[in-house]
């Protein structure tokens, strides 16, 4: 056990900086998942707190040692490979107990903790078999006992479930759950899956073209992202977005405008955009729900995605009806909403619906830098103090 | 006829044989896989026809008595005498008189040391080698491998006389400036002064096939295995070699087999056809042959006692190939 720290770690290759300047506090048995879209640096993050490469400028810190200059099997790091990575030429045992060989342990020693890791992760009786042999989770598990005999400071996890089926996937991720509170290591999980970050983590950190964006508990990403990129990154389908002009008392779009005493934001930029996920627009008529329902906005219902616990539907804000965007676009589009309603709503495609926005919901985020200005314009338009506001943060940087 | 001629109703008695033979390995599944029966046998019985002919030869001329083995003429109905050898007798004893006319087994034994310590030699600088261009991305990789091929072409006899200088021991100078460089060890004689040519020679061809298959190896195992606690070293020898066993037992076979069939270098290393000099294998059958009189049957018998050592080798290695092949699929 053990915490991890980075220090302005950066990875520079040739002609592109996979890592920027990364500031990272892992604590003690804490469960960390790196989230962000392909190719951000997360696996590059990673492998620098493996060993596996060097950073080009930083420094790594595992428990209270200076780490990086150490190659991986000084490290007391052990990791489960998105490929799984199991050595074909052996058989399970021998893969278990890889490292512990390497280590001279006696044989009785290896014995026991093998028959230990594997009993951890369920593989009684499949010891003496071929890596081969095995089902994809199967393969999985063997894995991760490969990783958890050696009893390591801490765990790095690269996209271990990628691989697997979506039903097993599912299911190794309780395990994994099971797994940290049975073994209370720290844990680095790399994963793009928002849902495996959300379900598993203590805290995530979510990494956008090699800089770190926030780590915060999920539940605090997913409420108050601090930019725009969190904001759309994080919940499923993804935050509506639209742009607008701060005015006076309010902003005002292209299609609706929000009134809101603007003096309490704490922001130059005239330039906003507003945020609010899909399951915080409602219809007009069933909005008794919502405690402060904004502005009624005019739309058409353009496409109905019926998914049997909600049906996503994808408002058009101009009324014409645009081509077909796929959900992530169309929540970007300025001129298109995504909502989701009950399944039992009665609701056609183009037809005219009078929609409301739950105003303790809505994100204000400045345009140009993307940074999150305010969560929620409830409190604002009541002249309360209480808005929960953003805290500057500053680009990249650590914000808990 | 208006219409065009359907090709099945053309009458079977307007085509000739062949054409008849042709139109029907065309059209018919049967006819053409029985063709191509036939045409598998006539070539795998050519390849074993030229393959195993030598060493019938060998054995039949080991086989007969000297003294015998003027009159190979097979008297053939239609064609008359042909010359074809044949056994003329049946004197096992020669497989004996082989090793007491002259040490064999000592030149069986100097092949053989020659053979396994350079196969080792290579295996390990060529495994170290394929590491590096078959798994590491750096500039010049492009460059040094080209600078390997050149080199492999160069002619052997090119290296033979420089070579053989500085094994004497003649101190080794500048070219034209005379600057003297160092004064190397006398190695003619000894095994070093053959297995140091042989490993450089026979290198770049294992480099080649190792760098093709330890590029195969997923990054994954690799850096499994160095997160699991070996170096980058123990990684190549502990994971990568292994998995790459098929790729290993081909480079190990052809450098075994080439050094010890060798005799050009090793004939000229060691000043005398002496076993106690490191004479090789070859240079053991020729010393059959004197000045007067040349022992066909010894030589045969010679051949076939040292072909045996490199047959069992190859049975077994092939094992290890065919089972690598098989099970190997690759999966990570």
């Known amino acids: 056990m053990a915490r991890v720290h980075l220090d302005d770690v950066t990875k520079r ?36 707190i493996a060993g596996l490469t060097k950073p080009t400028e930083g420094t790594v810190t595992i428990g209270e040692t200076d780490v990086t200059d150490l190659p991986p099997k000084d490290r007391g790091v052990s990791m489960v490979f998105q490929n799984i990575a199991l050595f074909p030429h052996m058989d399970v045992y021998d893969n278990i107990s890889f490292g512990l060989r390497l280590r001279k342990f006696d044989k009785d020693e290896i014995d026991r903790r093998v028959q230990e890791a594997s009993d951890v992760v369920q593989l009684e009786g499949m010891l003496d078999r071929e890596p081969n042999e095995l089902s994809g989770g199967q393969q999985q598990r063997v894995a991760i006992a490969r990783a958890i005999v050696r ?3 801490v765990f790095l996890m690269d996209e271990p479930l990628a691989n697997l089926d979506a039903k097993l996937r599912v299911h190794m991720r309780t395990e994994l759950q099971r797994l940290h509170k049975q073994l209370d290591t720290t844990i680095i999980y790399v994963t793009h899956d928002q849902a495996e970050a ?173 940074e999150a200005i305010a969560h929620g314009i409830a409190a604002l338009s009541d002249g309360m103090s209480t808005a929960s506001v953003a805290p500057e943060a500053d680009s990249g940087g650590q914000h808990e | 006829m208006g219409t ?35 045409l598998f046998y006539v070539a795998a019985a050519f390849f074993l026809v030229t393959t ?14 000297s003294v015998r083995q003027a009159d190979w003429n097979v008297s053939i109905p ?55 261009f078959g798994r590491l991305e750096f500039p010049g990789r492009g460059l040094m491998m080209l600078a390997i091929l050149a080199v492999s072409y160069f002619p052997p006899a090119a290296f033979l006389i420089p070579l053989f200088d500085a094994f004497l021991g003649n101190a080794v100078v500048v070219p034209f400036l005379g600057i003297e460089l160092f004064e190397p060890p006398r190695l003619v004689n000894t095994p070093g002064s053959m297995i140091m040519p042989f490993s450089a020679l026979f290198l770049p061809l294992s480099i080649f096939i190792l760098t093709t298959f330890y590029a195969q190896i997923p990054d994954g195992l690799e850096d499994a295995a160095r997160v699991e606690g070996t170096t980058r070293l123990g990684a190549l020898f502990r994971v990568i070699m292994p998995l790459s066993a098929p790729g290993v037992a081909t480079a190990a076979v052809l450098t075994f087999i080439a050094v010890y069939n060798e005799y050009f270098f090793s004939s000229i290393m060691a000043l005398n056809n002496q076993p106690e ?3 090789p294998l070859v240079g053991g059958i020729l010393s059959y042959q004197t000045q007067y009189t040349t022992d066909f049957n010894l030589m045969a018998a010679a051949s076939i006692v040292g072909v045996l050592p490199m047959l069992i080798i190859v049975v077994v290695a092939q094992e290890k190939i065919v089972s690598g092949l098989t099970e190997g699929a690759l999966k990570e």
């Open chain 2, 78 to 132: 239609l064609l008359g005498e042909v010359p074809f050898p044949t056994p003329q007798g049946f004197n096992v004893h020669a497989f004996v008189e082989v090793f007491q006319q002259v040490p064999f087994h000592l030149y069986v034994f100097n092949s053989f040391v020659l053979a396994t310590t350079t196969t080792i030699i290579v295996l390990l600088l060529a495994s170290l080698a394929g590491y590096v």
């Open chain 2, 277 to 279: 000099q490191w004479s």
């Open chain 1, 151 to 153: 009893k390591p400071d």
């Open chain 1, 198 to 370: 959300m379900t598993m983590s203590d805290r995530i950190a979510v990494i956008n073209a090699g800089e770190l964006q926030q780590i915060d508990p999920p539940l605090v990403c997913y409420n108050e992202p601090a930019n725009r990129f969190v904001a759309g990154f994080i919940g499923s389908p993804s935050m509506n977005f639209v742009e607008g002009d701060l005015t006076g008392d309010g902003l005002t779009t292209d299609h609706f405008d929000l009134e809101f005493d603007s003096d309490a934001l704490e922001t130059v930029a005239d330039d906003i955009t507003m945020g609010v996920r899909p399951e915080d627009i409602y219809l007009e008529h069933e909005a008794d729900s919502t405690t402060s329902a904004s502005e009624t906005v005019e739309a058409r219902t353009d496409v109905l995605e019926p998914m049997g616990d909600e049906i996503f539907v994808y408002l058009s804000l101009d009324g014409a009806s645009s081509e077909l965007m796929t959900s992530d676009e169309a929540s970007a589009a300025s001129n298109q909403l995504l909502m989701s309603v009950d399944p039992d709503t009665e609701i056609d495609a183009n037809e005219s619906v009078s929609i409301v926005l739950d105003r303790s919901k809505i994100h204000l985020f400045e345009t140009a830098s993307g």
């Open chain 1, 13 to 48: 290759y040739e002609d592109i900086i996979a890592v920027n300047e990364m500031n990272l506090e892992i604590r003690d048995g804490e469960f960390v998942c790196l989230v962000g879209p392909s190719g951000c640096g997360k696996s590059t993050t990673m492998e620098t």
């Open chain 2, 52 to 65: 195993l002919f030598p060493f019938y030869w060998l054995l039949v001329l080991a086989l007969t008595p």
């Open chain 2, 4 to 38: 065009e001629p359907d090709p099945a109703q053309t009458a079977d008695d307007e085509m000739g044989p062949l054409e008849r033979w042709t139109h029907g390995v065309v059209n018919d599944q049967e006819k053409r896989n029985r063709l191509y029966k036939a």
